[in-house]
């Protein structure tokens, strides 16, 4: 706890702190996120691949990490940013500190600096590529203009495609359902599961595919370039779009494939990047946002209820609902800025939410939602 850390931005801000993690440097596109709990669910998300993420929350890792509270294999996040790192964490199910897991997998870290300057100037100005060096990068009296240089050296998000660079390499099955205190996750294995869901891996969140698992869905999870001849030809009752990070339009291949299942009258149901991919296959086009939406108290409006629902959010890119075409409709809406957060095929069985309902900052306001896509498979089948 007692190497020195810099963080750098584009704009020439320049924060110094203290290293909580690995040694080194890492670039990436630095964006705020404001929930006070998740921060593993969040390190582990793979739709922050490339982003180095700020935690608004002043006192991050008190209850340390655990093998469980995972969404993926590894750490997704090119980094972390924080206020302050608690000397001691304490849970009934703390395995590791959140230190000694950034060392692990070889991930900067950087607290003790102002995250309240940070993310005013994130709001203001947008997200920023920035750098972090760590350890022995961060010492010398050259160490603020290298952390400079690799903050401006790294090219942004926009037109970067990271869904094909995080997908599963390989097809596979699963069958994990939800987890229950005292109980783990759930084997789905044995349960009644009359629906075949193959899942496209944009960078998929393991908890969506448990609650698909825990409402009786058989799951084929298929790389992200996989063409629509090859997921079709497994008769799925439904397909489902991951999310995942990066600029969504140019993943052409699933723009295509997608185009392609929704001719079929196949029931769709996308999420986050799969709901963006979704409006794009549907003649509609996206955004790169000013700063994007990150954190889990994030008001949503059902646009056909008026009822409004606390989501978790993580995206920095959005479908533009003025482009939206005649056979596309806006469901849900942001509350914060007022940018689309859900669509619907008016011709098609196919819907999107830009938020992630497999999160519980709800605690399952947004639930409902998967219920929605196992009706259209129930009522296809009939």
């Known amino acids: 706890m007692n190497k020195p850390a810099i963080l750098a931005l584009e704009d020439g801000s320049v924060f110094h702190g203290t290293a909580i993690g690995a040694d080194g440097q ?47 294999g590894a750490i997704a996040a090119a980094g972390l940013v924080i206020r302050d790192l608690p000397l001691a964490a304490s849970s009934f199910r703390s395995e590791q500190t959140l230190s000694d897991y950034l060392k692990s997998q070889n991930v900067l870290g950087i607290a003790e600096i102002d995250t309240r300057r940070l993310t005013r100037i994130l709001r203001d100005k947008g997200a920023q590529n920035g750098a972090i060096l760590a350890g022995a990068e961060a010492e010398g009296d050259d160490s603020v203009e290298r952390a400079l240089a690799a903050a401006r050296a790294f090219p942004g998000l926009k037109g970067m495609d990271l869904a094909k660079v995080v997908s599963c ?37 393991r908890n969506i595919l448990r609650m698909l698992a825990s409402r009786g869905c058989r799951l084929t999870v298929v790389p992200a370039q996989t063409p629509a001849e090859e997921v079709l030809a497994m008769r799925p009752d439904g397909v489902f779009l991951a999310n995942g990070p990066g600029d969504p339009e140019p993943c052409d291949y699933a723009i295509k494939a997608i185009g392609e299942i929704l001719e079929t009258e196949t029931p769709i149901f996308g999420i986050c990047l799969g709901h963006q991919l979704l409006a794009l296959a549907s003649g509609a086009k996206t955004v790169k946002m000013n700063h994007g939406h990150h954190g889990a108290n994030h008001p ?22 003025a482009s939206l075409p005649a056979n596309l409709r806006a469901t849900h809406r942001s509350l914060f800025d007022g940018t689309l957060q859900g669509i619907e095929r008016t011709d098609r069985p196919a819907f999107g939410f830009q938020g992630h309902p497999e999160a519980s900052p709800g605690p399952k306001d947004v639930a409902p939602l998967f219920d929605r896509f196992v009706a259209m498979m129930k009522a296809r089948q009939a």
């Open 26 to 72: 890492t670039s990436g596109e630095v964006v705020f996120n404001t929930a006070m709990t998740g921060y593993q669910e969040i390190l582990t998300d793979p739709s922050y691949t490339r982003q180095i993420v700020t935690l608004t929350y002043p006192h991050i890792g008190n209850t340390g990490v655990n093998a469980e509270d995972v969404e993926s």
């Open 169 to 205: 390499q390989t097809p596979y099955a699963w069958s994990e359902g939800e987890w229950a205190l005292g109980e783990g996750y759930a084997d789905a294995s044995a349960a009644e599961r009359p629906f075949h869901v193959v899942a496209y891996d944009f960078g998929v969140k």
């Open 300 to 321: 949503v409006q059902d646009l056909d209820t008026g009822c409004v629902m606390i989501t978790s959010q993580n995206h920095g890119f959005a479908a533009d609902e």
